[in-house]
């Protein structure tokens, strides 16, 4: 079955500061890998999303993320953070029509 | 292009009451899914609508139903409420041809069972 594994509930980094938020995902077959964020009392926005292709996925507001099936990985970066970005990201796995596995969240706080 | 609509956003319930919530999705999306979110267990699959068919169901019990219409408008019910269904379920659309689709989602209803 597959699943998503997100390392740290919570990442702190200051404004202008290198974002990484890691996912590894687990799946028997060639997967497809989404990035979500949500804000508060909002729902989810797509990042980006990895289907077949380029392994290096650009996103939007600046985001992105390599897709390394070697390491069964698909770290979420940004060069440089905006206060804006702090929100919750969540890493998914399509398991087929339409049902996503989400892992369990990384809140981002971002610090002046 | 208007995106997924969700009624009602908020909601308060007492325990055994039922609910039912809406969903309208993105026009021309023909799929609607269906997500509980909880601090506890986060983001889980309740079930997936296509063509007004259930596609795909998650691992709740059948107090949680649903059902799409001919417009593909969607409606998920939950019968005897209980405490632990204190959640936002967020409701999302899509062409629903492909794994790879992107699901667009709505803001949510923030249910609360007292």
């Known amino acids: 079955a597959?699943?998503?594994?997100?390392?740290?509930?919570?990442?702190?980094?200051?404004?202008?500061?290198?974002?990484?938020l890691r996912?590894?995902?687990s799946s028997s077959v060639?997967?497809?890998?989404?990035?979500?964020?949500?804000?508060p009392n909002q729902g989810l926005q797509l990042l980006l999303k990895y289907t077949t292709g380029a392994t290096l996925v650009k996103g939007i507001n600046?985001?992105?993320?390599?897709?390394?099936?070697?390491?069964?990985?698909?770290?979420l970066t940004k060069p440089s953070a905006h206060m804006s970005d702090a929100a919750e990201y969540f890493c998914a796995v399509s398991t087929g029509f339409q049902k996503l596995v989400f892992g369990t969240g990384t809140r981002l706080l971002v610090s002046p | 292009k208007a995106g997924v609509t969700q009624t009602p956003r908020y909601l308060i319930k007492t325990r055994g009451q039922q609910?039912?919530?809406?969903?309208?999705?993105?026009?021309?999306?023909?799929?609607?899914?269906?997500?509980?979110?909880?601090?506890?267990?986060?983001?889980?699959?309740?079930?997936?609508?296509?063509?007004?068919?259930?596609?795909?169901?998650g691992n709740f019990p059948g107090r949680f139903s649903g059902r799409q219409?001919?417009?593909?408008?969607?409606?998920?019910?939950?019968?005897?409420l209980e405490l632990g269904?204190?959640?936002?379920?967020?409701?999302a659309s899509s062409s629903g041809d492909s794994g790879a689709n992107v699901l667009t989602f709505g803001a949510g209803s923030r249910l609360t069972v007292l």
């Open chain 1, 62 to 75: 600046g985001f992105e993320a390599e897709f390394k099936k070697s390491e069964t990985s698909f770290h």
């Open chain 2, 69 to 80: 219409f001919s417009n593909s408008r969607s409606e998920m019910n939950v019968s005897t």
């Open chain 1, 23 to 25: 996912c590894n995902y």
């Open chain 1, 2 to 20: 597959q699943s998503v594994t997100q390392l740290g509930s919570h990442v702190s980094v200051s404004e202008g500061a290198l974002v990484l």
């Open chain 2, 19 to 57: 609910v039912t919530l809406s969903c309208s999705p993105i026009s021309g999306h023909r799929s609607v899914s269906w997500y509980q979110q909880t601090p506890g267990q986060g983001l889980q699959f309740l079930f997936e609508y296509f063509s007004e068919t259930q596609r795909n169901k």
């Open chain 1, 30 to 39: 060639p997967p497809y890998l989404f990035w979500y964020v949500q804000y």
């Open chain 2, 85 to 91: 269904d204190s959640a936002l379920y967020l409701c």
